[in-house]
T-cell receptor, first 112, second 114 residues
Framework: GQQLNQSPQSMFIQEGEDVSMNCTSS?????WLWYKQEPGEGPVLLIA?????ELTSNGRLTAQFGITRKDSFLNISASIPSDVGIYFC????????????FGTGTSLTVIP | NAGVMQNPRHLVRRRGQEARLRCSPM?????VYWYRQLPEEGLKFMVY????????ESGMPKERFSAEFPKEGPSILRIQQVVRGDSAAYFC????????????FGEGSRLTVL
């Protein structure tokens, strides 16, 4: 299957700091999605991106679809304790129909 | 407006038994995906179904695993003769016809094989 490299693997930050994480693929993607998962729960969709270069915000979260169509970025501004969780990127390759592939996740810990 | 519903949330089976996991997609959604997640790992694609059709099962083991999405009722992921390595969280996601490219997940079914 497709390989999605997500980094960093984990982050420990102080409350109020900004956070950046990214996801890269070995091939071109049509769609990028960003999810947050909390312990014992299913992933919750945060942001969906459909066009190369697209920049979309959802509150303090901003995500971008890379212009090469092989990467995506998620930024969280002014982090708060409830931002704690695992963030996953997911992408839909242009050559495999409707299947989505997921990154390995970025674990975020916010220290009050 | 219920989201994706999965049951059971937790299931314990002994080796050799069968596990059946059910998923009711969101109202109006006709695409269902099953993913498997091991502790501390990401989600691994297993199978993609539309009503009465398996579209892509490339991520599903060839033996002991099967999935269906009948015309009426929930999608079912069936694992026969479970082994300890099948212990994982199994997530279902759905998307609507007319494809917006967005997947919505259920809360998962956690299978423990003793």
């Amino acid at each position: 299957g497709q390989q999605l490299n997500q980094s960093p693997q984990s982050m420990f930050i102080q409350e109020g700091e900004d956070v950046s994480m990214n996801c890269t693929s070995s091939s071109i993607f049509n769609t990028w999605l960003w999810y947050k998962q909390e312990p014992g729960e299913g992933p919750v969709l945060l942001i969906a991106l459909y066009k190369a270069g697209e920049l979309t915000s959802n509150g303090r979260l901003t995500a971008q679809f890379g212009i090469t169509r092989k990467d995506s970025f998620l930024n969280i501004s002014a982090s708060i304790p409830s931002d704690v969780g695992i963030y996953f990127c997911a992408g839909q390759p242009s050559n495999t129909g409707n299947q989505f592939y997921f990154g390995t996740g970025t674990s975020l810990t916010v220290i009050p | 407006n219920a989201g994706v519903m999965q049951n059971p949330r937790h299931l314990v089976r002994r080796r050799g038994q069968e596990a059946r996991l059910r998923c009711s997609p969101m109202k109006g959604h006709s695409h269902v995906y099953w993913y498997r997640q091991l502790p501390e790992e990401g989600l691994k694609f297993m199978v993609y179904l539309q009503k009465e059709n398996i579209i892509d099962e490339s991520g599903m083991p060839k033996e002991r695993f099967s999935a269906e999405f009948p015309k009426e009722g929930p999608s079912i992921l069936r694992i026969q003769q479970v082994v300890r390595g099948d212990s994982a969280a199994y997530f279902c996601a759905s998307a609507r016809q007319g494809w917006t490219g967005e997947l919505f997940f259920g809360e998962g079914s956690r299978l423990t094989v003793l």
